[in-house]
């Protein structure tokens, strides 16, 4: 994929004149409001209103996302089409006023939402103040999650999950034979082991070769299960939270109608995984290990309490949810982050600790050994 990230206007001041351009109307206090792995976002306001987004008062804040190039034009729809869903359904999902999918505008396709109040259940400017925003929401958190999984499913919600091109993760590769019925969670399973082999072969990824074997030799046990929306890149820090409040859920890209399993499995995967070298108490030491587990095993608990799982398939979409995300960052690694649709940049978060804790959770729950370049 060619990477159309430079492309983008990125000082503030070039983006503003274009946008404003675009939308006819002037772009006020435009700045970086977080940066991730696929694309930058940004906040700003409208000086007057456009016809371009009906409905938006002058001033309201909105949030400007990018996708990471023309290419990614089918994901950016996506997003689009499944926030609308969700919003006009009650859940709370940023309301989406526009989608451009073309690269002319400003280099990119990219999406213009509403800016949810709040700020991300886990924050990580001191330890003290993410330990109590996290201990705040946490129950929120989970109780989005298991309510997410019990909507109620019907023709908008598969159409809002369609999409006609092949995508860098197979939850969101929705195809026109994917309907309401137990079979979308066959289909998602088999997409994802498709995934799973294409990075073994491209990258190649031979040590992860075992553990896909395990995993197709006991897919049948699983391909059999009710429908439900999934998230899957449900985590802390794409949930928004003001008090004990949750305020939005963020980043859908990777939205699938499957089995809720495995974005429950997907969700612990990250809880467990994720290390940070700043700051230092998320780190592969003792306080970032003790976090990561007392995270997971409240996470599990307390969603298994709110939505009782079966624990056999919860463990074998744990150790597929596992190798899909190891095989991504072993992409990155061999491939290079474009390889999976990310920002160059996204490399220096494939760090080696967090492929040893990765690596070492596959390998438990797959009872297969795991290495990756």
């Known amino acids: ?59 309201a804040p909105l949030v400007l996302r990018f996708y990471p190039s023309v290419e990614s034009a089918d994901k950016g729809a996506l997003e689009y089409r499944t926030i609308s869903h969700l919003a006009s359904a009650g859940y709370p999902a940023p309301r989406p006023y ?61 159409e809002a999950l369609r999409t ?96 809720r399993h495995f974005d429950a499995a997907t969700t612990a995967a990250i809880l467990s995984t994720s290390a940070m070298e700043h700051p230092h108490w998320m780190r592969e030491n003792a306080a970032g290990n003790n976090l990561r587990r007392t995270f997971n095993a409240l996470y599990l608990a307390l969603y298994h309490t709110i939505a009782p799982m079966e624990l056999r398939r919860l463990r074998y979409y744990q150790a597929l949810a596992g190798a899909l995300r190891l095989s991504m960052l072993g992409m990155m690694r061999v491939r290079g982050p474009q390889s999976v649709g990310f920002r160059p940049g996204a490399i220096s978060e494939v760090t080696p600790s967090v492929l040893r804790l990765l690596s070492g959770y596959v390998a438990r729950k797959s009872g297969a050994a795991v290495t990756i370049p």
Do not use: C
């Open 164 to 259: 006609p091109a092949a995508a860098n993760h197979p939850g969101i590769a929705m195809r026109a034979e994917d309907g309401l019925e137990d079979g979308a969670a066959a289909r998602l399973l088999e997409r994802t082991l498709e995934t799973l082999a294409a990075r073994v072969e491209q990258g190649p990824l031979p040590g992860l070769a075992e553990a896909l074997d395990r995993l197709r030799g006991r897919a049948t046990e699983f391909r059999t299960a009710p429908s439900s929306f999934l998230h899957m890149d449900y985590h802390p820090q794409n949930v928004m939270v003001k008090g004990f409040r949750v305020t939005g859920v963020i980043d859908w890209s990777n939205a699938a109608i499957g089995d």
């Open 1 to 59: 994929m060619p990477d159309a990230s430079h492309q983008i206007p990125t000082e503030p001041e070039t983006l503003t004149a274009a946008l404003s351009v675009y939308l006819g109307a002037a772009v006020e206090h435009l700045r970086v409001l977080t940066s991730g792995w696929e694309t930058t976002l940004y906040e700003f306001r409208l000086r007057t209103r456009t016809e371009l987004l009906p409905g938006v008062e002058a001033g």
């Open 98 to 158: 526009l989608f451009e999918p073309g690269g002319a505008a400003a280099g990119a396709p990219f999406l213009v939402m509403e800016r949810l109040s709040g700020g991300p259940l886990f924050a990580i400017r001191s330890f003290p103040q993410a330990f109590k925003t996290f201990s705040m929401g946490f129950l929120g958190f989970v109780r989005m999650q298991a309510r997410l999984h019990r909507m109620a499913l019907g023709p908008a919600a598969v």
